[in-house]
């Protein structure tokens, strides 16, 4: 009868991987949450609240842009900066940074911040 030695049981372990997981986008999205979490977790206050003055520059250069053609023309270089420096950082700051920007368009068109 032969044993499985510790480096056969790695092997087989490493070919099972991750594809067993049953349903992969949602383990991969659970981990990410749990990544997300965790760098929130790590952050300190100070950085927490530069990101979110960050997110609030965003938002306050898409409400400009929404005024008319010139301050589109004004507004389209900061945010171009903005989210270049968010895409560097990370894709879901980036992806906050998008997310902002078309909530605050939104919000914006549906009258409920002031032009």
Do not use: C, K
């Not at 499985?4 to 990410?32: F, K, P, V």
């Not at 950082?89 to 992806?95: E, T, Y």
């Amino acid at each position: 009868m032969a044993t499985l030695s510790e480096d056969d049981a790695d092997i087989g372990d490493e070919e099972q991987g991750g594809d067993s997981i049953e349903g992969g986008d949602e383990g991969s999205l659970l981990e990410s949450l749990v990544v997300v979490g965790q760098e929130i977790r790590r952050s300190s206050a100070n950085a927490i609240a530069v990101d979110f003055l960050y997110l609030f520059t965003t938002a306050f250069f898409a409400t400009l842009a929404v005024r008319g053609f010139w301050p589109a023309v004004i507004a389209a270089l900061p945010i171009a900066v903005l989210l270049s420096f968010a895409w560097l950082s990370s894709r879901l700051f980036f992806i906050t940074n998008v997310l902002v920007i078309v909530v605050t368009v939104a919000v914006t068109r549906a009258g409920h911040v002031p032009l």
